[in-house]
């Protein structure tokens, strides 16, 4: 049985693939993005019905992550929200912190290294920067 967690991640694949194709920008079009990814949670939850298999039960929670992971920094969203913290850095997949109040905390998340370019590249898109071999670090700021 799928876990919620790697249902909702080949849904956004799916909502990723559909945005892309009816040339939907998720962060102009939010309303549109919305229907395309409820529209795909359905049909997941059909398909496990049919088969037998797990569904996803939070629609409403997931919706948000698959917009979060097409549209915004996925995971690393509610930190971004969070107006307390001051900086996040990710060395690794599963090491990920913030400063808070000046202090690092490592946060309870671990990504995929899928996950880490996603978000890296949309970040970077952004600012204009670029990561590779010659520039291993980068300093950037997402709005």
Not at 39 to 65: F, Y
Not at 97 to 122: C, K, N, Q, Y
Request: hydrophobic fraction near 40%; glycine fraction near 4%.
């Amino acid at each position: 049985m799928l876990s919620t967690r790697v249902a909702v991640s080949d849904v956004a694949e799916r909502v990723r693939d559909r945005l892309r194709e009816e040339q939907i920008d998720p962060t102009r079009e939010r309303e549109r993005a919305l229907q395309v990814a409820r529209s795909e949670i359905h049909r997941h939850n059909d398909r496990a019905l049919a088969r037998g298999s797990g569904v996803i039960e939070d629609e409403a929670e997931s919706v948000a992550q698959v917009l979060a992971s097409v549209a915004g920094f996925g995971a690393l969203e509610p930190y971004l929200a969070d107006e307390s913290i001051e900086e996040i850095w990710i060395n690794a997949p599963d090491r990920i912190f913030a400063a808070r109040d000046g202090r690092a905390m490592r946060l309870p998340l671990a990504l995929t290294e899928d996950e880490v370019r996603s978000i890296v590249e949309r970040m970077l898109n952004a600012t204009g920067r670029r990561v590779d071999l010659s520039q291993p670090f980068v300093d950037a700021c997402a709005s």
